[in-house]
């Protein structure tokens, strides 16, 4: 099973921010945290990735708190292209990923 | 960026056939793997490959399927006799171990109907 919750949908004005929240209590030291989107029946596409630290790239921010239970992506400005499920993950760099159900991303105009 | 590439894109097959799905991972990727999903179900993972033996499968994983890496370039899944719940979309996944900063980076995918 999944070792992490999302809710379920959640909506975003274009051009705005979209802040995705994620709990993975029971994460443990070695394990990252992994975020993932899927646009219809597409193939998951990477969206980044930490451990510890927060991070930041071309796509989007992960914040991670220090306790490292719960994380956060945002999505500095969501355009309708950004419309899709999002998958928060934890696992270690060398093992298999284990989807959720994910959230579900609606971005209106 | 790199990209996995998967082939076909579409498969048609009735039930009993056997079918073999093909993907092309990332050249300098050494971990490879097979995911599912069923129309409107969660992402399932079926196996993973490294060091040319499976390193661990799932429950679904059972004595119909299996992978092979017949080249240098070239992941195989096969269903020796396919079942109508077989129907599914099918993702390729490769993977460096972290090394790099794209993750796991997975195919567009093979939509298999058994009909």
């Known amino acids: 099973d999944a070792k992490t919750t999302q809710p379920t949908s959640m909506d975003c004005a274009e051009g705005r921010a979209a802040n995705l929240p994620c709990n993975h209590s029971t994460i443990s030291g070695n394990e990252y945290v992994y975020w993932y989107r899927q646009i219809h029946s597409q193939g998951p596409q990477y969206i980044i990735h930490g451990l510890k630290n927060n991070e930041t790239n071309e796509m989007a921010s992960l914040i991670i708190t220090e306790d490292r239970k719960s994380s956060t992506l945002i999505l500095p400005h969501a355009t309708l292209r950004d419309t899709a499920v999002y998958y928060c993950i934890v696992s270690h760099n060398t093992d298999k990923l284990i989807f959720g159900t994910g959230t579900r991303l609606q971005v209106f105009p | 960026e790199p990209e996995v590439t998967q082939t076909p894109s579409h498969q048609v097959t009735q039930m009993g056939q056997e079918v073999i799905l093909r993907c092309v991972p990332i050249s300098n990727h050494l971990y490879f793997y097979w995911y599912r999903q069923i129309l409107g179900q969660k992402v399932e993972f079926l196996v993973s490959?490294?060091?040319?033996?499976?390193?661990?499968k799932s429950e679904i994983f059972d004595d119909q399927f299996s992978v092979e890496r017949p080249d240098g370039s070239n992941f195989t899944l096969k269903i020796r006799s396919t079942k109508l719940e077989d129907s599914a979309m099918y993702f390729c996944?490769?993977?460096?171990?972290?090394?790099?900063?794209?993750?796991?980076?997975f195919g567009s995918g093979t939509r298999l109907t058994v009909v």
């Open positions: 996944a490769s993977s460096d171990q972290g090394r790099s900063n794209y993750g796991y980076t």
């Open positions: 490959f490294y060091n040319n033996e499976i390193s661990e």
